[in-house]
């Protein structure tokens, strides 16, 4: 195949055989999903580990699990409040493993690290004081210089305090990412978010207070009774505060969570696997992409959206999916070029809060416990992925350099599909192979194609928790 497009009759021959796909499959985050993680034989030691890779451009991920509320729609591994003196064990444990996993980094050439984010949950749910300690452990224990390299943290409106981000800003900060999803009262209810405008408004106007570069604010499409004319109403609020990026993220309804168990989701429940919430979706994708880029932003994925003018102040996801990731805390994961590991993964509360227990009373964090193995068709699925689920693309050079080997011959079949769907930009010349609108449109359709048959196995027979 020497073709990003099939000819147009082949192609549209090809595309009346396809079968039918929906447009919303899952949100490819990273690859292999933790669902594809097991626990690993014999706990191989972080220091044979990280001994032959490259050391000098290297991100840093921090995790902290907690959140005063969690939202309807959430998955995310965190647990609600952390009582009695449960941050501080839990920093006491994060300190610990920092002191573990760069003593595992060794000293026999240099480590830097390139960026720094920290996420959650919402790592704001610390205090003040805490937070200080947080960026202490990045830059005392693993020695990343949080004040010259991009740092974002995420955050959200009730704990979006002035004391909170006085600590960030002073810490070197250059991106704040803030979860609103919806400026209209009614819809944040429907998506079990308690929060009202006017505090979403005060704890914007503090961040902006604070001068840090970058502002992020994410808003979700396809709610119950969300309209075209309420979406609009949530882009316009967020662009009166003039953002540098905005996130525009797909409802999605989840096993174990909030909306999961209320069996409730887009217009009704009797909708939830139907084509109507599907299209409704893509109704406001499509609404919600148009308005951004007539308002001078860019896209660099189906979810992200940058102002033209704006500087690029923090890893996007792209970055923080890179071999070389370095993450601390129990929901954290990172990446060798050949081992992915974490901790154990869980939904549902109690097995979280079981984990973060367990989490804190670890002594010794030199050894990988859960993870998955990556070999090099996993590596040359996985940058195929990444790449092509930006807007930018892959270019093919690049692929050729990396592995030797050019992307068309290892996955003609599927690209040969997208090209038959129209999802590939068949005016992007030999060299560049990248998604068309529609494509982009179907990020979670497309991604989800890409995984392998033993990754699809592994996360079929995940037992859910």
Not at 38 to 65: C, F, M, Q, V
Not at 103 to 109: C, H, I, V, Y
Not at 167 to 189: C, H, K, M, P, Y
Request: aromatic share 8%; glycine share 8%; with cysteine.
């Amino acid at each position: 195949m020497t073709s990003t497009t099939l000819p147009s009759t082949a192609a549209a021959t090809a595309a009346t055989a396809l079968p039918a796909v929906r447009p919303y499959e899952s949100y490819v985050y990273a690859y292999p999903h933790k669902t594809a993680y097991r626990p690993l034989t014999g706990r191989p030691a972080l220091r044979e580990l990280w001994a032959a890779e490259p050391k000098d451009a290297l991100s840093l991920y921090l995790h902290i699990p907690f959140c005063e509320v969690r939202c309807g729609f959430c998955n995310l591994f965190t647990r609600i409040g952390a009582p009695g003196e449960l941050t501080t064990r839990y920093l006491d444990a994060l300190d610990r493993q920092a002191v573990a996993v760069r003593d595992a980094l060794g000293d026999r050439e240099p480590v830097r690290f390139a960026a720094a984010a920290f996420g959650g949950g919402t790592p704001t749910f610390l205090t003040a004081a805490e937070l200080e300690r947080l960026c202490d452990i990045a830059e005392k224990r693993m020695g990343a210089r949080l004040r010259a390299v991009p740092l974002s943290v995420e955050t959200s409106p009730s704990t979006a305090t002035a004391d909170r981000l006085a600590v960030l800003a002073d810490r070197g900060t250059t991106r704040i990412s803030i979860g609103v999803q919806s400026f209209v009262d009614d819809e944040a209810r429907a998506a079990v978010r308690p929060q009202r405008r006017a505090e979403v408004e005060a704890a914007l106007g503090r961040i902006r207070d604070a001068r840090i570069p970058v502002l992020n604010i994410d808003l979700i499409y396809g709610i119950d009774g969300q309209t075209e004319e309420s979406w609009r109403t949530s882009l316009d609020a967020a662009l009166a505060w003039r953002p540098e990026e905005l996130y525009l993220y797909p409802l999605y309804v989840r096993p174990l969570t909030g909306l999961g168990r209320l069996g409730a989701a887009g217009p009704a429940a009797e909708e939830l696997a139907s084509a109507a919430w599907d299209e409704q979706r893509l109704r406001l994708y499509r609404a919600g992409r148009d308005h951004l880029l007539a308002r001078g932003y860019e896209q660099v994925s189906m979810r992200m959206f940058r102002r033209a003018d704006a500087p690029q102040e923090g890893p996007d996801d792209y970055a923080c999916q890179t071999d070389g990731m370095i993450g601390l805390g129990c929901g954290a994961r990172s990446y060798t070029a050949s081992l992915h590991y974490s901790f154990d993964y869980a939904v549902e509360m109690r097995e979280i809060r079981g984990i973060i227990d367990g989490f804190t009373a670890t002594e010794d964090f030199s050894r990988a416990e859960v993870g998955r193995y990556v070999d090099a068709g996993e590596a040359r699925r996985r940058h195929l992925l990444q790449s092509l689920l930006q807007a930018a693309g892959l270019r093919a050079d690049e692929y050729r350099q990396r592995f030797g080997t050019d992307p068309r011959e290892d996955f003609p079949a599927e690209l040969d599909r997208f090209a038959a769907r129209g999802w590939l930009d068949g005016s992007a010349g030999e060299g560049l192979l990248r998604l068309s609108a529609e494509g982009l449109a179907h990020s979670d359709a497309l991604g989800p194609e890409l995984f392998s048959p033993a990754v699809r196995a592994a996360m079929a027979s995940y037992e859910r928790k």
